[in-house]
């Protein structure tokens, strides 16, 4: 599996799933010789490719980007009226997301 975000690592997902799918999804799983977290990443796995094939998603994936690169223009904007032309030292990120430490 290839990380499609160069940023490596692994993140944590916990989900919930009603109790009669979760006894199908650990019998599926155990049928084919997988533990339950392998048996997400194969899902999820499938769930991208099958989303990517889809038609319209290429446009939809373009309209997103479109909508980071508004914000991010607003957001240097607004951090250029607050310092004018001189602009702000720009420090490496550290390893800590905006969250308490979690990225995503």
């Known amino acids: 599996m290839t990380d499609p975000n160069g940023k490596g690592g692994v993140k944590t ?7 009669e799918l979760h006894a199908q999804f650990a019998l ?9 977290g392998d048996a997400v990443v194969r899902a999820v796995e499938q769930y991208v490719a099958f989303k990517r094939s889809e038609p319209d998603f290429a446009a939809r994936a373009a309209s997103a980007l479109e909508e980071i690169e508004r914000e991010a223009a607003s957001r240097r904007s607004a951090i250029q009226g607050l310092f004018g032309d001189t602009q702000p030292e720009v420090k490496p990120s550290s390893a800590r997301g905006r969250k308490g430490g979690t990225e995503g």
């Open 13 to 19: 997902l916990g989900v919930r799933l009603p109790g």
């Open 28 to 36: 599926v799983a155990q049928l084919d010789d997988l533990n339950l």
